[in-house]
């Protein structure tokens, strides 16, 4: 199994600073296969991004993804304050599929 | 719209069964694959199962395997999570989500809002 390991736990920042999440895998993922999800309180998680880089349909352009390897990168340029959420990295390369633990971005 | 709607959960002993559902809509069922991911309270996510659109090859997470058997009824459109031999770490809320294409991707654009599994005696 490919274990994801997110840093920082939390990330507190202000509206308009820009977000840098990390996520850093046991093994070598083929960025055709790797997303980030975002998941507020008491919501269901939301796609941002797969294969990487690609927007899901109707993110904002402030999210982009990147890496390659075993290190993967999810930036929000500007943070809105709906941005103030929890969010989950996901490798598909494998059958077993698995998350990261989890950043929160919380308000400073 | 694409809706995805969990029920089934609820309270079971450890040691007992439970089968959720997840009614889907809003899109051709039979063409998607379709997961379950779970998170435990306060915890993050964790797939649990994935069955192909029309071949219904299946795939399961080594915590459930032998224990959890996923399937589908394409005619209902209803994605099913047969629970058996249930433990208390298995409590989460239980999530079912659409995978883009029928093969598998392996990744979500769909989710549900989430079926309760509480397992305690």
């Known amino acids: 199994e490919i274990v994801l390991t997110q840093s920082p736990g939390t990330l507190s920042l202000s509206p308009g600073e820009r977000a840098t999440l990390s996520c850093r895998a046991s093994?070598?993922?083929?960025?055709?296969?790797f997303a980030w999800y975002q998941q507020t309180p008491g919501q269901s998680p939301r796609l941002l991004i797969y294969g990487t880089s690609s927007r899901a349909t109707g993110i904002p352009d402030r999210f982009s993804g990147s890496g390659s390897g075993t290190d993967f990168t999810l930036t929000v340029s500007r943070l809105e304050p709906e941005d103030f959420a929890v969010y989950y990295c996901q490798q598909y390369a494998s059958p077993v599929l698995s998350f990261g633990g989890g950043t929160k971005v919380e308000i400073k | 719209e694409v809706q995805l709607l969990e029920s089934g959960g609820g309270l079971v002993q450890p040691g007992g069964s439970l089968r959720l559902s997840c009614a889907a809509s809003?899109?051709?069922?039979?063409?998607?694959?379709m997961t379950w991911v779970r998170q435990a309270p306060g915890q993050g996510l964790e797939w649990v199962a994935a069955i192909k659109g029309t071949a219904g090859n299946t795939y399961y997470a080594d915590s459930v395997k032998g224990r959890f058997t996923i399937s589908r009824d394409n005619s209902k459109s209803t994605l099913y999570l047969q629970m058996n031999s249930l433990r208390a770490e298995d409590t989460a809320l239980y999530f079912c989500?659409?995978?883009?294409?029928?093969?598998?991707?392996?990744?979500?654009?769909?989710w549900g809002q989430g079926s309760l599994v509480i397992v305690s005696s």
């Open positions: 989500a659409k995978d883009p294409i029928s093969t598998w991707a392996g990744y979500f654009d769909y």
């Open positions: 093994q070598s993922v083929d960025t055709t296969y």
């Open positions: 809003g899109f051709i069922f039979s063409n998607y694959a």
